[in-house]
């Protein structure tokens, strides 16, 4: 009986968050990564506290020496009421069925640490292009959850030498975009983080 792989190790788990680590390690980890969900799942805790750490430190560096005098109270009541306005107004107008929203285009890119997650605006179609070198062969892209569930298998085409793949709308959540080569047998050849806010 073949001994189970252990888990990452979690300072290696936080170089590669951090892209840190040395190549030759970074491609072990990300062979583990492909198939174990518990250290998928570390992984993207770790991303979202990096994330979480660099916006807090991005913040406390940004924050002027003394504080910036309070807008008076006016300001900020006639400011909510035109935003409620504006929210009553979308609210009672519906969403036609006619006004179909056109795909944005998402260049994927694959790169490590928990910037390199690629964002979208979720319910709103996409045209994800992925930065892989083609060659003719068919191209299928899953979007999984965070723990591997599968959420969409989607056609992929090579289009003016790159691959893209249309994604109609995704709900709010942290999705891994895993693109597989469909000859001569089917086999994952990239993985891209997507979040949906």
């Known amino acids: 009986m073949a ?22 390690s970074a491609a072990e980890i990300e062979e583990h990564l492909l198939v174990c969900l518990p250290c998928q799942k570390r992984l993207a805790e ?35 009421a035109a935003a409620f306005a504006a929210l009553v107004f979308l609210l009672l107008l519906g969403e036609r069925p006619h006004a179909k929203m056109p795909p944005a285009t998402l260049v994927m890119h694959a790169f490590r640490g928990p910037e390199a997650v690629a964002r979208i605006v979720a319910g709103r179609p996409y045209r994800l292009v992925f930065d892989l070198p083609t060659q003719g062969v068919d191209y299928e892209v899953e979007i999984v959850d965070e ?5 969409l298998r989607i056609g992929a085409e090579v289009q003016k030498g790159q691959l893209t793949a249309p994604l109609e709308k995704l709900a709010h959540g942290s999705y891994w975009a895993r693109v597989y080569r469909a000859q001569p047998e089917k086999r994952v050849i990239a993985e891209y983080g997507l979040r949906a806010d």
Request: without cysteine; aromatic residues 6%; proline residues 10%.
């Open 3 to 24: 001994q189970p792989t252990p888990h990452i190790r979690e300072d290696l788990l936080d170089q590669y968050a951090m892209a840190t680590l040395p190549e030759e």
């Open 147 to 151: 723990i591997g569930n599968v959420i």
């Open 46 to 80: 770790t991303d979202e506290f990096l994330t979480v750490f660099r916006s807090a430190a991005a913040e406390i560096g940004a924050r002027p020496a003394r504080q910036a005098r309070q807008p008076p109270r006016i300001v900020v009541w006639a400011g909510a």
